[in-house]
């Protein structure tokens, strides 16, 4: 095991992995909107010394990249809008193909949301990505689970960024494959292990939080549908059991899991409106998916 007497530098940043509901995204807004007015203790190597986070936007160094799957990006746009004031933070969507190729235009804005399908797409083209000219102050990459393989061009693309503070918010329902990340530093040792985990991530509970408060009441309402929304839900069930059943026959359910969890969310948002719902045969995650079977 590798050994030193040097204090290693201060870490910014980690993961994230409260449970689901307990305000993950608006814990992160809260920090960013923090950059507008707070003090924040700077590691000079050494020793900290205080800075002034204002000061430095000045400067143009305050920025945030956040990266989040398409499902999530209208959860940030909602929360900000929520619960802060009109015009005080100002968003850029990089994802569609009207998003801007000017670095300075990206310059221009608080934070920056793309998804991880546009930043692998742009990050592997022959033109430099914008978003890698940019040294941005935090990159927040949101559902973190979805960069598990680090061979992965996603997971290869959100490295290439030049960033003083980097959060991955992750409930650790895969915990072991952060934990897997960490086991070579650790060298075998569970313990240190455990520490190295407990260093760099923060993970509540719902029941440890919740003490105190009144009980939450949960109703459970059954949907019916009928016509061809029924006939449009079971013709979308039976396809996606049958890419489940062909990826255990294969062996391939670890590796794609990813993708059924998007087909279990195609039929939740089918209960919402059927517009919700694109036929399988017209998404690209499909060719992906073909590409590399």
Not at 125 to 151: F, T, Y
Request: with cysteine; glycine share 4%; proline share 3%.
């Amino acid at each position: 095991m590798h050994q030193t007497d040097r204090r290693p530098e201060p870490f910014h940043g980690g993961i994230f992995a409260d449970d689901h509901g307990l305000g993950k995204t608006l814990t992160l807004l809260s920090l960013i909107s923090f950059d507008k007015v707070g003090i924040l203790p700077e590691a000079t190597g050494k020793r900290y010394r205080v800075m002034s986070v204002s000061s430095e936007k000045k400067r143009g160094g305050l920025q945030t990249l956040i990266v989040c799957s398409s499902v999530v990006c209208s959860t940030w746009e909602s929360q900000l809008q929520e619960h802060t004031h009109k015009g005080s933070h100002k968003l850029y969507k990089n994802y569609g193909n009207s998003r801007t190729k000017d670095v300075e235009d990206l310059k221009k804005y608080d934070m920056v949301l793309t998804t991880y399908r546009t930043l692998t797409n742009e990050c592997f083209r022959r033109m430099r990505c914008p978003l890698r000219k940019i040294e941005w102050w935090r990159v927040i990459l949101d559902e973190a689970h979805v960069i598990k393989n680090a061979n992965a061009k996603r997971s290869r693309a959100v490295t290439k960024f030049t960033a003083r503070r980097r959060w991955a918010l992750d409930p650790l329902s895969i915990k072991r494959y952060w934990q897997g990340l960490l086991q070579p530093l650790a060298d075998g040792d569970e313990n240190l292990l455990q520490v190295l985990m407990a260093t760099i991530s923060l993970r509540r509970i719902k029941d440890k939080l919740l003490n105190g408060l009144p009980s939450k009441t949960v109703e459970t309402v059954s949907l019916q549908l009928f016509g061809k929304e029924r006939e449009l839900y079971d013709r979308m069930e039976s396809s996606s059991k049958d890419f489940v059943d062909y990826f255990i026959f294969a062996d391939r359910l670890r590796s794609r899991y990813s993708f059924v969890l998007f087909l279990v969310l195609r039929l939740r948002k089918l209960c919402d409106d059927s517009a919700c719902s694109q036929p399988l045969e017209n998404l690209p995650i499909l060719k992906t998916l073909k590409k590399t079977s």
